[in-house]
C-alpha cells in the first residue's frame, strides 16, 4: 500500500540555485531542502536529507531525492482512511450528474447500500470493482444479465430441492412444515388420511417456478 501512496505523490520542482550554472540544482518541498552538487569527477552527490548519496547521473539523483521525498509524505498517511477515501470518491464518480429512472428494485438496492442496516462494505467494494472494470453501457448490462442469471438458478435450485423433499414425504407433513397448500396439489383431489405423498405439492412448486 505504501508503494501505491508514494505514486500519489507530485514530481518535486528543481532549480538551479549555482551562479555559473549546471553544478547545484535545489528543490523545496514540505520544508525539506533537497540539494544536488555536481562534483568534479562527473558524479552528483545529494546533500542531506539523503545522507550524502552519491550517483553517477543527474537523472538518478533527481530520482533518489524523488523516492526520499515520496516515502516521508506516504508515511505521514493512514493507508487504511486514504483506501476508504478512494472508495468513496469512486462511489461518488459513479453516481455522475444524470438522473437515475427509478424501477421495481430502486428500493431494494438503496436499502442494500453499505450506509443502511442491510448494506455490507466488502460486497460493495466487489461491486465498485466490478463496475469500474466496465466502461460501456453493454459490458454493464452484460454484467447485470450475469448477475440476474445467477440468481435466477439459484432460486430454480432451491425450488426443485424443495420439490424433492415433498415428492418424499405425505401431504400432512408438507402442510404441516411449510404451512401452506396450492390449488391441484393432489393428484386425485383426496389426501387419503395424510398418507397421500406430496407429488402434486411438488408440481404446483414446479408450476410456479415456469409461469
Same mark, same amino acid.
Not at 60 to 80: E, H, T
Not at 168 to 174: A, E, I, L, S, W
Given at each position: 500500500?505504501?508503494?501505491? +501512496? $508514494?505514486?500519489?505523490?507530485?514530481?518535486?520542482?528543481?532549480?538551479?540555485?549555482?551562479?555559473?550554472?549546471?553544478?547545484?540544482?535545489?528543490?523545496?518541498?514540505?520544508?525539506?531542502?533537497?540539494?544536488?552538487?555536481? @562534483?568534479?569527477?562527473? @558524479?552528483?552527490?545529494?546533500?542531506?536529507?539523503?545522507?550524502?548519496?552519491?550517483?553517477?547521473?543527474?537523472?538518478?539523483?533527481?530520482?533518489?531525492?524523488?523516492?526520499?521525498?515520496?516515502?516521508?509524505?506516504?508515511?505521514? +498517511?493512514?493507508?487504511?482512511?486514504?483506501?476508504?477515501?478512494?472508495? $468513496?470518491?469512486?462511489?461518488?464518480?459513479?453516481?455522475?450528474?444524470?438522473?437515475?429512472?427509478?424501477?421495481?428494485?430502486?428500493?431494494?438496492?438503496?436499502?442494500?447500500?453499505?450506509?443502511?442496516?442491510?448494506?455490507?462494505?466488502?460486497?460493495?467494494?466487489?461491486?465498485?470493482?466490478?463496475?469500474?472494470?466496465?466502461?460501456?453501457?453493454?459490458? +454493464?448490462?452484460?454484467?447485470?444479465?450475469?448477475?440476474?442469471?445467477?440468481?435466477?438458478?439459484?432460486? @430454480?435450485? $432451491?425450488? $426443485?430441492?424443495?420439490?424433492?423433499?415433498?415428492?418424499?414425504?405425505?401431504?400432512?407433513?408438507?402442510?404441516?412444515?411449510?404451512?401452506?397448500?396450492?390449488?391441484?396439489?393432489?393428484?386425485?383431489?383426496?389426501?387419503?388420511?395424510?398418507?397421500?405423498?406430496?407429488?402434486?405439492?411438488?408440481?404446483?412448486?414446479?408450476?410456479?417456478?415456469?409461469?
Amino acid at each position: 500500500m505504501t508503494a501505491d +501512496l $508514494e505514486k500519489l505523490v507530485k514530481p518535486l520542482v528543481w532549480r538551479d540555485v549555482d551562479t555559473y550554472g549546471g553544478t547545484v540544482w535545489d528543490a523545496v518541498a514540505a520544508g525539506v531542502v533537497y540539494r544536488i552538487i555536481h @562534483k568534479s569527477d562527473g @558524479k552528483y552527490w545529494l546533500t542531506d536529507p539523503c545522507c550524502g548519496t552519491v550517483v553517477p547521473t543527474i537523472k538518478a539523483a533527481k530520482a533518489a531525492a524523488q523516492a526520499d521525498y515520496a516515502s516521508r509524505i506516504a508515511a505521514a +498517511l493512514d493507508p487504511d482512511a486514504v483506501a476508504k477515501m478512494v472508495q $468513496e470518491a469512486k462511489a461518488e464518480a459513479l453516481q455522475g450528474p444524470w438522473t437515475d429512472e427509478p424501477d421495481d428494485l430502486t428500493d431494494a438496492v438503496m436499502a442494500s447500500h453499505p450506509f443502511k442496516e442491510r448494506g455490507d462494505y466488502k460486497t460493495y467494494c466487489r461491486a465498485l470493482e466490478l463496475v469500474s472494470n466496465r466502461h460501456s453501457k453493454g459490458a +454493464l448490462v452484460s454484467l447485470v444479465n450475469y448477475l440476474l442469471r445467477q440468481s435466477q438458478e439459484a432460486v @430454480k435450485a $432451491e425450488r $426443485e430441492a424443495c420439490a424433492a423433499w415433498c415428492e418424499m414425504n405425505t401431504m400432512d407433513t408438507v402442510i404441516g412444515v411449510t404451512g401452506r397448500k396450492y390449488a391441484g396439489m393432489y393428484t386425485n383431489g383426496e389426501n387419503n388420511g395424510g398418507t397421500h405423498s406430496g407429488m402434486g405439492y411438488a408440481a404446483a412448486i414446479r408450476a410456479r417456478g415456469e409461469a
